[in-house]
């Protein structure tokens, strides 16, 4: 078993979601993926994006942090 976290937040200050993402780096190493490296795989990450849909253009991923044991 294991315990999930999903969270989708929208910052109008790039200091705060670059706060969640810091932590989210510090807790990384105490994640896991699963099946990794399997048909079936579910990669744990975390998306910092620019959100322009309030603009009517789409997102811009400026930083993505994945969980990946089997590369090290």
Not at 2 to 20: C, G, N, T
Not at 49 to 60: A, I, V, Y
């Amino acid at each position: 078993m294991k315990y999930r976290v999903r969270v989708d937040l929208s910052f109008d200050a790039e200091a705060d979601a670059r706060a969640i993402m810091n932590y989210a780096r510090a807790l990384s190493g105490n994640a896991v993926s699963i099946n990794e490296g399997l048909d079936a795989e579910e990669i744990s990450f975390c998306d910092l994006e620019r959100c322009r849909h309030d603009e009517g253009l789409p997102c811009e991923r400026l930083e993505r942090i994945e969980v990946r044991h089997d590369q090290l």
